[in-house]
């Protein structure tokens, strides 16, 4: 069974398994299954893609690859066939078209850390924004950690482990 909210929400959705919230969140969508789409324009050119998560007014807004999450307006807006990848915050991973295997994370004020493939990157927030634990604010290293909590570690090519950032936790 599908649920559809708002003006033309999955207005075109033949296959079963998704959930459209908002004006028009998953409105091309035809055989594209087991997709979660919240927000104004969610997933909005999605045709076939699958197993999406898109949070966010305009998030995943061209996408028509599968396992993709994005939480933030315009996270992943770009991104048409690039999977898997995880996009946080305001326009994470906006210009992504084709990449696959990225996490990024994006703060209140724009401040964007990407994890690559493969790599392994200590990640900080101060509740507003990330930081590299390598390189910190402005290429700086961060000196004050007592502030700051979170880690994300990603694995080459497989699964991905991320430990988030909640805010105010200090």
Do not use: W
């Not at 392994?120 to 507003?128: A, K, Q, W």
Request: proline letters at 2%.
């Amino acid at each position: 069974a599908n649920t559809a909210v708002g003006f033309q929400a999955a207005k075109n959705t033949t296959n079963n398994a998704v959930e459209a919230f908002g004006h028009q969140a998953l409105l091309n969508n035809t055989s594209g299954y087991t997709n979660t789409a919240l927000g104004y324009q969610t997933l909005y050119t999605n045709t076939t893609g699958y197993n999406n998560v898109a949070v966010g007014s305009q998030a995943l807004y061209t996408n028509n690859a599968p396992y993709n999450n994005a939480f933030g307006v315009s996270a992943l807006k770009s991104n048409t066939t690039g999977t898997p990848n995880d996009a946080f915050g305001y326009r994470a991973l906006f210009n992504n078209t084709t990449g696959g295997y990225a996490i990024t994370m994006g703060g209140a004020t724009g401040t964007l850390v990407t994890v690559p493939n493969g790599a392994s990157v200590l990640v900080y927030c101060d509740g507003t924004n990330f930081y590299s634990g390598i390189s910190g604010s402005a290429g700086n290293f961060i000196t004050n950690v007592s502030t700051l909590s979170g880690i994300v570690r990603q694995a080459s090519g497989a699964g991905v482990d991320s430990y988030g950032c909640p805010q105010n936790q200090y």
